[in-house]
């Protein structure tokens, strides 16, 4: 087999490109900190990457899911807070409204601190968000969910769930029925057997109007109005003990998520690892690879130079 200067030529270049090649491939490595920047650097590595790349995507989106459900629960928290002190205020005016040996004049102002209780109640049944959304209206949330004349519900009857991880969605808004027309399971029940009254402003509807009624000396009256107000504080009694398990069940919710954002923060901290580990460089490797390549690169170039010397024209001189 013959050997001419051509082959040899085109021999040596190829290793040089071939050289140069691995040359710059380390250096792109060592510049960008990426032992993986295209999918023939390691096929396997870089298709695990991409199930990586997608699990930190699901992570973060639940993340921002939990961001925004945890101030949503806690708007609906710090709420009925207002409203937990507002049905306390209403019990004391009913229990001083029990008192036989009231004037018409006193009850008409019991009647009148009790309006103002009420409508306080109602404007926060029927507050909104910071967009304007009414929180206790369940999907319903582009109008207010009570009435201002007599507080009947309109709003939806579905609550406001969220997916705040991959296994566990949560109630984030309760509709305005669940919070302020609804009893619990220890509720008071009526001396006489018939149904509670579970609104709320029914019932302080109910006390305001005996209350605004003059008795005087009249006994039967006396009698229907003391009825009014007993039953009033009987379903406040209620009434309160139902906002205080949704609360409850609020402070539970806020406690998981704060749970699961620890959670989440360690799946970032895992997942970030994960990818390190498959397309981050190792410093050191690349680098002894780097310098490696660079000799053997250089070592082609002095052979190509040599070789030019080897020509059969350059000998015959």
């Known amino acids: 087999m013959r050997v001419s200067t051509q082959m040899m030529y085109e021999q040596n270049m190829r290793g040089i490109s071939s050289s140069q090649t691995e040359w710059l491939k380390y250096g792109e490595q060592i510049s960008t900190g990426k032992r993986v920047t295209r999918p023939s650097d390691d096929p396997i590595a870089a298709s695990q990457a991409v199930v990586v790349s997608q699990a930190q995507a699901q992570n973060s989106q639940y993340g921002l899911a939990r961001t925004f459900a945890t101030q949503r629960v806690s708007l609906e928290e710090s709420t009925l807070d207002q409203v937990t002190k507002a049905i306390q205020s209403a019990q004391e005016k009913i229990v001083n409204a029990g008192n036989g040996t009231l004037s018409d004049d006193d009850r008409a102002s019991l009647a009148t601190d009790l309006q103002g209780i009420r409508d306080q109640i109602l404007n926060l049944a029927n507050s909104t968000d910071g967009n304007g959304r009414y929180i206790f209206a369940g999907y319903n949330t582009d109008k207010a969910p009570f009435s201002q004349t007599d507080g009947s519900y309109s709003g939806g009857s579905t609550s406001v769930t969220q997916q705040v991880d991959s296994a566990r969605s949560m109630v984030i808004g309760h509709t305005g029925t669940q919070v302020f027309a609804s009893l619990t399971s220890n509720a008071v029940a ?128």
């Open 190 to 317: 009526e001396p006489d057997g018939s149904a509670s009254e579970k609104n709320v402003f029914a019932m302080l509807d109910s006390a305001i109007a005996a209350l605004k009624t003059p008795v005087a000396d009249d006994d039967e009256a006396q009698a229907e109005s003391q009825a009014a107000v007993d039953k009033t504080n009987r379903g406040l009694k209620n009434a309160l003990n139902n906002v205080l398990s949704v609360r409850a069940e609020l402070g539970t919710q806020l406690n998981e998520l704060d749970s699961l954002n620890a959670l989440g923060d360690d799946r970032t901290v895992a997942q970030a690892q994960q990818m390190s580990d498959l397309v981050d460089v190792d410093w050191n490797a690349a680098i002894s690879s780097y310098m490696m390549q660079q000799a053997a690169l250089q070592a082609s170039y002095k052979t190509f130079s040599d070789m030019q010397g080897m020509s059969l024209f350059q000998m015959n001189k």
